[in-house]
């Protein structure tokens, strides 16, 4: 067990490396020859304007807000789906309490309309 | 004579505990070793197939298209990658003038591909294959499950896929362009949309396999591969698949007609490469993991992969193309969806979908035992 969360280790040193000497490799060997043109943000040929950070749908943050609940619930169930068969009904009977309120979270989510896209 | 044996009992009593020093020394190279070189092959292993996958993809579509596809750089445009590879690190990029953020643009795409690389780490390639002799040296065990038993592999798999999205929305927030930062909103939002039904997806296989550990997963299979116990879950893990690597019809990230190219609207060269790394990397992990979950792995079917382990490790690269093959068969045929479609069709209809076969699942494993 230990040496398989050392090969784990080795590997997100060897992951984090890969994508850095790709990056310097480029850094050191390609052209440079930057110009005010060259460097201005694409918009498909026209000047930019106002502000990059532009007002966005609210929907992005609601969605956001009911995944943390979902997902928490998901987590939640991990352990519960692992240990089933040595839980017997009780497992069963209280998943299906925990599961029916958070149908009942859902339901609501919809009715408010936080599932629509406006 | 004595003093000679007491000399000698005294030298071989001086020798052990540095024999045994040593010995500690060489097992914790070892230890070190073996698993670098592992790393290191892994490592080299997805860029290969990274490398290949475009190419196969890029073939395939044309051939779909009735196109030729790539048929210059080599035998059969065999050579496509390489080139493309040159060009990637020779490009110039003169975007520096405007980003937000120099640090997060850079290393935007390099938290990308570690997350996609990562991923990997637990995913059974195959068995062990018994120690053997090669020329009368003694090769040990070697074990094809990469990280052989990490009892937390499906956990593990899921936390790595949740920081591959920060490459992609730091690098869509630090270009300081209107089309990166809609594109890195669309792929918060698709991203952890379904990655809700995806976890439940999984819930209703750990039903089965009452374990976290892929191989654990993998072994239970060796009779009856899970997509035939959970064809439901396996297409739900396959749609939500497609939408966490950006895939068409799920590519509303880098919509070319509306957002030129998302998130990597500003980026090029090497840096450009390394983001497209790193889908593709994804893809394999998906198609890897799908291969895993619901096709049995290197297991199944066990006539053929007890023969030898590496028939074993065949199937499972044989699995994993195929999921990789409908990747591409999808894009081919399918236009891309509108993006208030596709929230719907995750939170009205995948969602409560897996919910509803999750109950049903574990109501039929309660009822029938074993």
Same mark, same amino acid.
């Given at each position: 067990?230990?040496?398989? &969360? =050392?090969?784990?280790?080795?590997?997100?040193?060897?992951?984090?490396?890969?994508?850095?000497?790709?990056?310097?490799?480029?850094?050191?060997?390609?052209?440079?020859?930057?110009?005010?043109?060259?460097?201005?943000? &694409? #918009?498909?040929?026209?000047? =930019?304007?106002? #502000? =990059?950070?532009?007002?966005?749908?609210?929907?992005? &943050?609601? &969605?956001?807000?009911?995944?943390?609940?979902?997902?928490?619930? =998901?987590?939640?169930?991990?352990?519960?789906?692992?240990?089933?068969?040595?839980?017997?009904?009780?497992?069963?009977?209280?998943?299906?309490?925990?599961?029916?309120?958070?149908?009942?979270?859902?339901?609501?989510?919809?009715?408010?309309?936080?599932? #629509?896209?406006? | 004579? @004595?003093?000679?044996?007491?000399?000698?009992?005294?030298?071989?009593?001086?020798?052990?505990?540095?024999?045994?020093?040593?010995?500690?020394?060489?097992?914790?190279?070892?230890?070190?070793?073996?698993?670098?070189?592992?790393?290191?092959?892994?490592?080299?292993?997805?860029?290969?197939?990274?490398?290949?996958?475009?190419?196969?993809?890029?073939?395939?579509?044309?051939?779909?298209? $009735?196109?030729y596809g790539p048929n210059r750089a080599g035998p059969f445009g065999l050579l496509q990658p390489v080139a493309d590879a040159f060009k990637a690190i020779f490009k110039e990029e003169a975007i520096f003038g405007q980003v937000h953020s120099k640090v997060i643009y850079v290393i935007a795409p390099g938290i990308s591909?570690?997350?996609?690389?990562?991923?990997?780490?637990?995913?059974?390639?195959?068995?062990?294959?018994?120690?053997?002799?090669?020329?009368?040296?003694?090769?040990?065990?070697?074990?094809?499950?990469?990280?052989?038993?990490?009892?937390?592999?499906?956990?593990?798999?899921?936390?790595?896929?949740?920081? @591959?999205?920060?490459?992609?929305?730091?690098?869509?927030?630090?270009?300081?362009?209107?089309?990166?930062?809609?594109?890195?909103?669309?792929?918060?939002?698709?991203?952890?949309?379904?990655? $809700?039904?995806?976890?439940?997806?999984?819930?209703?296989?750990?039903?089965?396999?009452?374990?976290?550990?892929?191989?654990?997963?993998?072994?239970?299979?060796?009779?009856?591969?899970?997509?035939?116990?959970?064809?439901?879950?396996?297409?739900?893990?396959?749609?939500?698949?497609?939408?966490?690597?950006?895939?068409?019809?799920?590519?509303?990230?880098?919509?070319?007609?509306? $957002?030129?190219? @998302?998130?990597?609207?500003?980026?090029?060269?090497?840096?450009?490469?390394?983001?497209?790394?790193?889908?593709?990397?994804?893809?394999?992990?998906?198609?890897?993991?799908?291969?895993?979950?619901?096709?049995?792995? *290197?297991? *199944?079917?066990?006539?053929?992969?007890?023969?030898?382990?590496?028939?074993?490790?065949?199937?499972?690269?044989?699995?994993?193309?195929?999921?990789?093959?409908?990747?591409?068969?999808?894009?081919?045929?399918?236009?891309?969806?509108?993006?208030?479609?596709?929230?719907?069709?995750?939170?009205?209809?995948?969602?409560?979908?897996?919910?509803?076969?999750?109950?049903?699942?574990a109501v039929v494993v309660a009822l029938l035992p074993g």
């Amino acid at each position: 067990m230990l040496s398989d &969360y =050392t090969f784990i280790g080795i590997f997100v040193v060897v992951a984090i490396a890969f994508p850095i000497i790709a990056l310097a490799l480029a850094f050191f060997v390609r052209p440079k020859k930057p110009d005010a043109v060259k460097s201005s943000t &694409y #918009e498909c040929g026209l000047e =930019t304007i106002g #502000e =990059t950070w532009v007002q966005f749908r609210v929907q992005y &943050y609601v &969605y956001a807000l009911v995944f943390v609940v979902f997902d928490i619930e =998901t987590v939640f169930l991990y352990p519960w789906a692992v240990a089933y068969n040595k839980l017997g009904l009780f497992a069963l009977v209280e998943m299906f309490i925990f599961l029916a309120i958070l149908v009942g979270g859902l339901i609501y989510a919809w009715r408010k309309g936080a599932l #629509e896209w406006v | 004579m @004595g003093r000679k044996t007491i000399f000698f009992s005294n030298l071989r009593e001086a020798g052990k505990p540095e024999q045994t020093e040593t010995g500690k020394l060489m097992d914790w190279i070892a230890n070190l070793l073996i698993p670098l070189i592992k790393s290191l092959i892994l490592v080299i292993g997805l860029l290969v197939g990274f490398a290949y996958m475009t190419w196969a993809e890029r073939k395939l579509c044309a051939r779909f298209q $009735l196109r030729y596809g790539p048929n210059r750089a080599g035998p059969f445009g065999l050579l496509q990658p390489v080139a493309d590879a040159f060009k990637a690190i020779f490009k110039e990029e003169a975007i520096f003038g405007q980003v937000h953020s120099k640090v997060i643009y850079v290393i935007a795409p390099g938290i990308s591909l570690a997350a996609a690389l990562l991923a990997f780490a637990v995913v059974p390639v195959g068995p062990t294959i018994n120690s053997f002799q090669v020329f009368g040296f003694q090769v040990p065990d070697i074990s094809l499950h990469l990280a052989a038993d990490v009892n937390i592999g499906v956990l593990y798999l899921f936390a790595i896929a949740g920081l @591959g999205t920060y490459g992609i929305v730091l690098g869509g927030w630090s270009s300081n362009n209107k089309y990166s930062l809609l594109g890195a909103l669309r792929t918060t939002a698709q991203l952890i949309s379904y990655e $809700l039904p995806m976890g439940l997806a999984i819930v209703s296989v750990l039903l089965l396999s009452e374990s976290l550990s892929l191989v654990k997963i993998v072994e239970k299979q060796a009779v009856l591969p899970f997509v035939v116990l959970q064809p439901v879950a396996a297409l739900i893990y396959l749609i939500c698949g497609l939408a966490e690597t950006n895939r068409s019809p799920f590519d509303l990230p880098e919509t070319e007609n509306e $957002l030129v190219s @998302g998130f990597a609207t500003e980026y090029g060269g090497i840096k450009f490469a390394v983001f497209f790394m790193a889908e593709y990397i994804n893809m394999i992990v998906v198609s890897a993991v799908t291969a895993t979950l619901f096709l049995g792995g *290197w297991q *199944w079917p066990a006539f053929l992969a007890d023969l030898h382990p590496l028939i074993a490790v065949g199937l499972f690269f044989v699995k994993t193309a195929f999921v990789l093959f409908l990747f591409v068969w999808i894009r081919a045929s399918l236009p891309r969806v509108r993006y208030d479609k596709l929230m719907k069709f995750c939170w009205k209809f995948l969602f409560p979908l897996a919910l509803v076969n999750l109950a049903v699942t574990a109501v039929v494993v309660a009822l029938l035992p074993g």
